[in-house]
C-alpha cells in the first residue's frame, strides 16, 4: 500500500513566481528519495496562487523521513513557507478494495 499527501498552498499576492521554482527543486530533489513513487505540482487555472503538491511514498516512514531532509527542510520550511497566505497537508491512505 502507498501513502499519499496532498498539500494545498496559497501564495501570498505576487509570491507564485518565486514559490514555483523552489518547489521545482524540491520535486527533483524529492524524486530522488528511494520511497518517493510521485511528486507533482499543480497550479490553479483560475487562481495562479493556489498550489496543489500530489505526493505518493511507498509507505509514511518514507514521508516521515522525507520531512527530515535538507531539501526539505531549507526549502519548503525555510523558503516556500513564508512566502504562502495559507498551508493545508492532507495524509492518506488508500482504502481496501471492495468487490462487487
Do not use: W
Not at 503538491?53 to 518514507?62: C, K, P, T, V
Not at 514521508?63 to 526539505?72: D, I, N, Q, S
Not at 531549507?74 to 497566505?85: D, H, I
Amino acid at each position: 500500500m502507498t501513502y499519499v499527501v496532498v498539500a494545498r498552498y496559497r501564495t501570498r499576492a505576487g509570491e507564485e513566481d518565486t514559490v514555483l521554482p523552489l518547489l521545482d527543486a524540491m520535486a527533483a530533489a524529492s524524486r530522488e528519495e528511494p520511497g518517493n513513487l510521485a511528486y507533482r505540482i499543480h497550479q490553479g487555472t483560475e487562481d495562479p496562487r493556489a498550489i496543489v503538491l500530489y505526493e505518493e511514498y511507498a509507505s509514511e516512514a518514507d514521508f516521515t523521513e522525507h520531512c527530515a531532509t535538507p531539501h526539505f527542510q531549507e526549502l519548503v520550511l525555510g523558503k516556500v513557507v513564508p512566502l504562502l497566505e495559507s498551508r493545508d497537508v492532507l495524509r492518506c491512505a488508500p482504502r481496501p478494495e471492495v468487490a462487487a
